[in-house]
């Protein structure tokens, strides 16, 4: 497993800040097509435990263009688990792809409110024989998980390693295994998401780190999942520029936003930034064809 970590590639991204600060990305997302990026580490864990108690299937939730459905689809197949989706919205006839790709890969697919919280649904199917996870994986399981990115013996030497955040999962694992000098970095892209900070301090509670941290809104570009035409306009020109592929509704906005920053001085000349490119590029797929060129 170490090995395998360590030749995640780290892509540097000449000429991003005026000044001369270098800032690279860390590639999570070329490790899998499909279990890419943060579910990989975020599942992890979960899959093992699942297997432990001897709980078959998995149960899990999110919405139609779920990067963590289809990551949780593939990963409990190639567990050898049985799984279940629980779908946020209304029940569509005719299956999107990455819906599927979920179903393909065994996934009993199940539409629910929008409303309906994950909490209701597990009272409402309670059933001794299933492995609950959380949206997003959102847990200490997912935490730990997630920290094993910092194990990456590069990640060493950078001053700052920047997310995006949805859930706090992944950056509440970055900051466990970061090292005691560096900064992580959180860039939150829901609107108002201002609970994100005790959410993290939750998931760290009992835990023991030194690092520092901090959240940064209002890169959310109108709110979860919202893509204006400017920022697939961003998108395209982090192509052109550096061949870097990015999803619309986290890591284009984390880019954007670690540029902004730059430009704004937030950073001191001696930072080495390291962003985390969380994958999450299948959920490109509710654009129409042809918006991008990657
Ligand atoms: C799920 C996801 C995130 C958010 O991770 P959290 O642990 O919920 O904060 C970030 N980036 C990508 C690409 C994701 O799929």
Redesign the pocket.
């Known amino acids: 497993m170490h090995d395998f970590l360590n030749d995640i590639p780290i892509q540097p991204l000449p000429h991003f800040s005026l000044k001369g600060i270098p800032v690279s990305i860390l590639r999570l997302d070329t490790i899998h097509p499909i279990v890419s990026?943060?579910?990989w580490f975020?599942l992890k864990y979960y899959l093992q435990d699942a297997i432990q108690k001897k709980k078959k299937p998995i149960a899990t939730f999110g919405g139609p263009y779920s990067?963590?459905i289809v990551a949780s689809a593939f990963a409990a197949k190639q567990a050898g688990l049985q799984s279940e989706g629980y779908i946020n919205g209304k029940e569509l006839l005719v299956l999107n792809e990455t819906l599927a790709q979920a179903q393909s890969y065994g996934m009993k697919l199940q539409f629910i409110g929008r409303s309906e919280s994950p909490a209701a649904i597990i009272e409402k199917y309670n059933n001794d024989k299933v492995y609950w996870i959380l949206p997003?994986?959102?847990g200490n399981l997912?935490v730990k998980g997630?920290s094993d990115i910092m194990k990456i013996e590069s990640v060493a030497r950078y001053t700052h390693i920047i997310?995006?955040?949805?859930?706090?999962?992944?950056?509440a694992g970055l900051i466990l295994g970061a090292y005691p000098k560096q900064q992580v970095l959180g860039i939150s892209v829901l609107k108002n998401h201002f609970s994100i900070e005790s959410e993290v301090n939750s998931l760290l509670k009992g835990t023991s780190f030194s690092t520092q941290f901090h959240f940064i809104h209002g890169y959310h570009f109108g709110g979860y999942a919202k893509h204006p035409p400017e920022l697939i306009q961003h998108m395209i020109h982090y192509w052109q520029q550096w061949l870097l592929p990015t999803?619309i509704?986290?890591?284009s906005k984390l880019v954007y936003a670690v540029g902004d920053l730059l430009q704004k001085e937030h950073f001191s000349l001696d930072s080495n930034i390291l962003l985390i490119h969380?994958?999450?590029l299948q959920g490109n797929r509710s654009l129409p064809d042809g918006s991008l060129p990657f």
Request: aromatic share 8%.
């Open positions: 990026g943060n579910k975020k990067n963590h997003g994986g959102y997912g997630a997310c995006a955040t949805g859930t706090g999962t992944m950056m999803d509704v986290y890591t969380s994958g999450g």
